[in-house]
């Protein structure tokens, strides 16, 4: 399950998806402003209870084996759209990872925190992806280890 406004957070959902034979589902929403007002704004919004519109797919999440969650960092959290449906409690599976693409190269320990409140889920593998990770294709070399620790259930009871 994902949120991408640029393409980025998708890219990388795009590659998790193949290496693991998985179904990708994406969350649609209004894209934010860009720039810096952009960013004030999307800060506010997400102070307002209404929040922004979003539009989730339908689907037995609970009865999958793991669901990754993937969205880019806005101000610090996963963005909003992926927020705001894990704020409705959807009925979610044990097994968890995220997925969080970012500007800065910086680890989001706080939006990963975050993340595992939303979902009472201590996530099985995370994996951040930085902008520079990407122009440099230097995250290809990263996701094996991500994908080991999302499957790493089949390995024991193989
Ligand atoms: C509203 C907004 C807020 C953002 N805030 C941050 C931020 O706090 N830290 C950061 O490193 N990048 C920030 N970014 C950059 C995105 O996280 C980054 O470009 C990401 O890779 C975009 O993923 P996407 O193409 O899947 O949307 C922000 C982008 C937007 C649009």
């Known amino acids: 399950m994902l949120y991408s406004t640029t393409g980025q957070t998708q890219k990388v959902s795009e590659e998790l998806a193949w ?8 969350i649609n ?14 800060g506010f919004a997400a102070l307002l209870a209404r929040g922004l519109s979003y ?14 969650l993937g969205a880019p960092i806005w101000n610090g959290r996963a963005a909003r759209p992926l927020r705001q449906w894990l ?5 979610l599976p044990e097994r ?7 500007e800065e190269a910086e680890y989001p320990a706080r939006a ?3 993340l595992s409140d939303l979902t009472g889920r201590q996530p099985v593998a995370v ?10 294709g230097t995250w290809k070399g990263r996701i ?15």
């Open 29 to 42: 929403a209004a894209p934010p402003e860009n720039g810096v007002f952009g960013r004030l704004f999307s």
């Open 144 to 158: 094996e280890h991500f994908l080991d620790q999302c499957v790493v259930r089949y390995h024991h009871s193989a």
């Open 55 to 68: 539009d989730v797919p339908d689907q037995p999440w609970d009865r999958s084996d793991l669901l990754i």
């Open 96 to 102: 968890v990872a995220f997925l969080l693409t970012s």
């Open 87 to 91: 704020e409705s409690r959807p009925a």
């Open 112 to 114: 990963i925190e975050d």
């Open 127 to 136: 994996l951040h992806v930085s902008e520079s990770d990407i122009s440099r």
């Open 19 to 26: 290496e693991l034979g998985a179904q990708m589902h994406e």
